[in-house]
């Protein structure tokens, strides 16, 4: 079994005399130290290595899909993650892991540009990466339920429930939302002097308790790493090529094939013709989303996205009906003052299934009519405003809706 052999970058961008911390985990042995890369090839011979990226520049959500294509399921993270993002998709890089949940998966979103960038540098100094994972991705395998972490641009949170990458500046206002679900008293590790952190952090409305360290934090995130079941980010065109013997592997497969051809070749016969099947359908539920919705150009799941436009229609045509059903019904209560001239209707606006009316009417007593007549139709009024002006009152009244 190989030694494992972390290595962590910073946030920042590469430089030519970057030293990096890392951390090599043998099965009675392990080590420790900061080099540059040029070194850390050498003492990463035989090994696996791990990169170890900063959480701070990793957006990590969950989603919930049923694709199971890869070209498909990228383009459909894309698409439901789109709005939630401060960057074009088409700048990004989405690697993903099917968690515990059914048909739930964890994303990391990485931009592209900046990961490529990562993976160069490793690539021109020759060490073959493994594997690529970020730290907060290593905080669920840390025994303590509750535990806070001082890195040198940024800290780490464990909690039960979510890991969170914090900067400086936002940390008293992360603690203060969170101080509910948050015990008394909070572990911190930190490679600092007692002294050094203290002087650093603003005041939190919890305590902390420090634990001190030795070997330094990226042995602590990575004792109980296990490359086997972790999330890799090296996926798609970024996994790691295999040092194998392609002649070989070639001519086994064909022996394979030729041994199993007349056993699979009706198996391979349906299978076209269901992938044929499937493709009918596709081209029909595409053409059924463009003559209904031509007025969208961008088209990744049509099933999804029709759903998604039939939702919206739905929801506009309730509102609509809400209107007319509210506005039936005020016209039956001002229908009388209005034809004696005792008031008029000056103006309404209806958002968000709330009706505002703006009346003028002869005294405030008609007003307060007004308003009594509203409720007689089993309507919620408020007066929203009333001023007087020209031996007219003008009021405003907020209708929200029906009483049940």
Known sequence: MKALFFIEIPTHAPTEQLSYHWYKKELESHSYGDNLLAEIKFLSLNCDVILVL?????????????????????????????????????????????????????????????????????????????????????LPTLSQEFLLIKKADYFLLKTPVENYAIDKENLNYFFTQ???????????????????????????????????????????????????????????????????????????????????????????????????KEAELEQQRLKIFQDNFPEVKRIVDPLAQMKNKLLTLKQAQQQQGQFIAILAKVSVGLRLLISQDKAQLVGLEFDNNVLI??????????????KQ????????????????????VVASFKVTGAVE
Request: hydrophobic share 45%; glycine share 2%; net charge negative.
């Open 357 to 370: 009316l703006k009346v003028t009417a002869n005294s405030l007593a008609l007003i307060e009519t007004i």
């Open 54 to 138: 900063p959480g701070f520049n990793i957006t990590l959500k969950k989603i919930t899909s049923k694709i199971k294509n890869r070209k498909k399921l990228e383009q459909a993270i894309g698409y439901e993650l789109e709005e939630s993002l401060a960057e074009e998709i088409e700048t990004l890089f989405f690697a993903y892991q099917p968690n515990l949940e059914k048909n739930s998966l964890d994303v990391a979103v990485i931009n592209r540009a900046w990961f490529e960038q990562w993976l160069e540098v490793f690539k021109q100094q020759e060490i073959l990466l493994s594997a690529v994972i970020t730290d907060t991705m290593l």
């Open 178 to 276: 969170l101080a509910s679900s948050l015990p008394e008293e909070l572990l911190l590790i930190s490679d600092d002097d007692e002294n050094d952190w203290q002087s650093s952090l603003p005041k939190l409305p919890l305590n902390l308790k420090a634990v001190p360290i030795q070997d330094g934090l990226l042995k602590v995130l990575t004792e109980s790493y296990t490359l086997e079941k972790s999330f890799n980010l090296l996926q798609g065109d970024y996994k790691p090529k295999l040092k194998n013997d392609w002649q070989k592997i070639k001519w086994a497969a064909i022996g394979v094939f030729g041994l199993f051809f007349l056993a699979t070749s009706f198996q391979t016969y349906q299978h076209w013709k269901l992938s044929h």
């Open 373 to 392: 007549n509203l409720a007689a139709q089993q309507l919620i009024v408020e007066i929203e405003s009333s001023d007087k002006a020209e031996n007219q």
